[in-house]
Nanobody, 121 residues
Framework: QVQLVESGGGLVQAGGSLRLSCAAS????????MAWFRQAPGKEREFVAA????????YYADSVKGRFTISRDNAKNTVYLQMNSLKPEDTAVYYC??????????????WGQGTQVTVSS
């Protein structure tokens, strides 16, 4: 079992920045690929970014490429999502997820409870 707890969400103006954190506990964090997904009201959960267990490979949705950066610190059992140049359409609940295989679809084994990000125009 892996437990995931997100933090760092909040209200920010368009053009601003936020950094989300996801703290993991339980089984070996460094064995897992990690990802961020988001879900806006009335919409399906969508892929945002993913990172391999080593941190050497990263993947991004086209909508966030160049603005968001995913990273991880295996010594701290934490994955981050740095979000810059935020837009109102980035407003959503952001979820952290873990799986043994890195994918860009919501087929992850473990999920956090989510953290709300609201971007005002």
């Amino acid at each position: 079992q892996v437990q995931l707890v997100e933090s760092g969400g909040g209200l920010v103006q368009a053009g601003g920045s936020l950094r989300l954190s996801c703290a993991a506990s339980g089984r070996s964090f460094s064995s897992y690929a990690m990802a961020w997904f988001r879900q806006a009201p009335g919409k399906e959960r969508e892929f945002v970014a993913a990172i391999s267990w080593s941190g050497n490979s990263t993947y991004y949705a086209d909508s966030v490429k160049g603005r968001f950066t995913i990273s991880r610190d295996n010594a701290k059992n934490t994955v981050y999502l740095q979000m810059n140049s935020l837009k109102p359409e980035d407003t959503a609940v952001y979820y952290c997820a873990a799986a043994l295989t890195i994918v860009t679809t919501p087929e992850y084994d473990y999920w956090g409870q989510g953290t709300q990000v609201t971007v005002s125009s």
